[in-house]
């Protein structure tokens, strides 16, 4: 049973930065790895897509603005998100781009001033 722990969320201003991370207890080596995000009451969408050699796309409205990548040997996958908005807040997850491993908790960014 893969896990999935995400960290870096937190209270954020307009403008500001954020730095997510995300470790998956099982390898993650040949699989293209996503961030996704929920707000309350609304469907959790795809944010941004890493493949296995580091090709990415993005949702139109972040495009510019976040950076995702990826350290195989650890694991891990990384969000780095910048000039966040208000309408970045949500609660951001990880995991594999067609969602097919059990949800971690997430983790909050909420960007208000």
């Known amino acids: 049973q893969v896990q999935l722990v995400e960290s870096g969320g937190g209270l954020v201003q307009p403008g500001g930065s954020l730095r997510l991370s995300c470790t998956v207890s099982?390898?993650?080596?040949?699989?293209?790895m996503a961030w996704y995000r929920q707000v309350p009451g609304k469907q959790r969408e795809l944010v941004a897509r890493i493949t296995t050699d580091r090709s990415t796309n993005y949702l139109d409205s972040v495009k510019g603005r976040f950076t995702t990548s990826r350290q195989n040997v650890k694991g891990a996958v990384y969000l780095q998100m910048d000039s966040l908005k208000p309408e970045d807040t949500a609660v951001y997850y990880c995991?594999?781009?067609?969602?097919?491993?059990?949800w971690g908790q997430g983790t909050q960014v909420t960007v208000s001033s």
């Open positions: 099982g390898t993650i080596f040949g699989i293209t």
């Open positions: 995991n594999n781009d067609t969602s097919t491993w059990s």
